[in-house]
């Protein structure tokens, strides 16, 4: 007879305080982490409930840039994405767990994160995204880029993998299935990274842990 899942407040909080550590002894190690089944099970069915839920018109193609320098181009990546502001229940228990990980963050690593910006992210099949950095070093206040999947049995001939590459751009450190609930941190300066195509439609939550760059000239904006 198998154990019964222990789901109280006490039991929950240890995996979570357990699985923000790896996290921390990850990135302090290599810079990255890859945890398969992390997300907590509850909030990754509500995050997928709420995607079956969402009109596809609450999309738009994402581009690349920011601001004025905001481009189309089907050369770089093709997806489409929806900013996740809290509106929904779904949205504000993940922004919940999101600030809970930036106070872990911050406490253990003293990395003065300053907030977190999300959307999630839409790959029909044969979509992709070219290899690229979320921040250029020096130039950009992204410092932890977090990737949440939220893909019930995917399989390794489906494709749609997140590539990895070394720190000196030479060669795939590792891929990462787009499986359910597993979350991947990295740091966002120093890991070019691309998603592979997929036979399938590949969903996913992409966010980014920033510090605060706001001058007396300009308002740093959250996106």
């Not at 410092?143 to 590459?165: I, K, M, R, T």
């Not at 499986?179 to 992409?206: K, N």
Request: some cysteine; charged content about 25%.
């Amino acid at each position: 007879m198998s154990a019964l899942l222990d789901l109280s407040p006490a039991a929950l909080a240890s995996n979570e305080e357990q699985l923000f550590a790896r996290i921390v002894r990850d990135l302090r190690e290599r810079g990255f982490t890859v945890c398969p089944d992390a997300l907590p099970l509850s909030l990754a069915a509500s995050l997928q409930a709420h995607l079956a839920e969402m009109n596809d018109a609450r999309f738009s193609r994402a581009g690349v840039g920011r601001q004025q320098a905001h481009t189309l181009n089907d050369f770089v990546r093709t997806d489409e994405i929806c900013w996740i502001n809290g509106e929904s229940a779904a949205g504000r228990d993940w922004l919940d767990w999101a600030g809970r990980l930036q106070r872990f963050l911050n406490r253990e690593l003293l990395l003065g994160l300053f907030s977190f910006e999300s959307h999630f992210a839409h790959y029909r099949p044969g979509d992709y995204y070219r290899k690229h950095l979320d921040a250029f070093r020096g130039e950009a206040n992204r410092v932890l880029s977090l990737v949440v999947y939220l893909n019930p049995d995917w399989q390794l001939a489906e494709g749609g993998e997140l590539v990895l590459f070394t720190r000196d751009d030479t060669a795939a450190q590792l891929k990462v299935l787009p499986g359910f609930g597993t979350v991947v941190l990295f740091l966002s300066e120093e890991f070019p990274h691309e998603v592979l195509p997929a036979s399938r439609d590949r969903y996913s939550i992409a966010g980014w842990f920033r510090v605060n760059q706001s001058t007396g000239q300009r308002v740093d904006p959250p996106r």
